[in-house]
């Protein structure tokens, strides 16, 4: 049975018009789906990929799932959200994206934005916001920036869009921030204590 989780913050973008903010009501169902995207992004993770996982669901309830493979494969292209298209494409033979969701645990990136706008994807969920991540460095990060502001971002892209897609942001950030710190972490030869979160079947497991 789905469960209303809370309230989180959600925009929608008319086409070629001015955007609306909105509260929507999570559920039991964006959780799951969003927890199978940090699955994700913990493998690219552990690949040495940034952590970033991304989660398709069609109507019926049918799952797509992909990481991030940019520097695993030697891909420019290999971000999760270009991968997990792919998936969706080749299995199914349908090139749109109409009527899906997308969960995706980090804000994509100008050009995997143009890929979901002309995908005509129905709904975007982000766990982490590039401005959030980008905005809190010194007490996660050691005083410096993991990533770097952007002047061009996905939502001018979606801004100037003839189509209409809904977006909601926060979905499990802190989990999404964890990966990140672990990042940093490994990047910098720092131990950390195994973080603990729990899986989709309610037992704790160590992301480590």
């Not at 969920?125 to 971002?153: D, T, V």
């Not at 926060?170 to 672990?182: D, P, R, T, V, Y």
Request: one cysteine or more; charged letters at 20%; hydrophobic letters at 40%.
């Amino acid at each position: 049975m789905t469960r209303v989780i809370g309230e989180l913050p959600g925009i929608i973008y008319p086409p070629g018009g001015i955007a609306t903010e909105f509260p929507y009501t999570a559920n039991s169902d964006d959780v799951m789906y969003m927890e199978l995207a940090l699955e994700e992004a913990a493998i690219s993770l552990e690949q040495g990929d940034m952590p970033v996982g991304a989660v398709l669901v069609n109507s019926d309830g049918d799952v797509w799932s992909a990481h991030a493979t940019e520097k695993n494969t030697n891909r420019i292209s290999g971000h999760a959200e270009r991968n997990v298209i792919d998936k969706y494409n080749i299995d199914t033979g349908i090139l749109a994206l109409t009527g899906l969701q997308m969960y995706v645990t980090f804000e994509p990136c100008v050009g995997c934005a143009h890929a979901i706008d002309q995908g005509e994807l129905g709904a975007l969920f982000i766990a982490l916001e590039r401005s959030k991540l980008a905005e809190a460095p010194a007490e996660k990060f050691g005083g410096s920036q993991l990533i770097r502001h952007r002047n061009i971002n996905m939502r001018q892209v979606l801004t100037d869009s003839p189509r209409t897609l809904m977006v909601v942001t926060g979905l499990e950030q802190e989990a999404s921030i964890e990966l990140f710190q672990k990042k940093y972490n490994r990047d910098h030869g720092i131990v950390s204590v195994p973080l603990l979160r729990r899986s989709r079947r309610g037992h704790q497991n160590a992301t480590d």
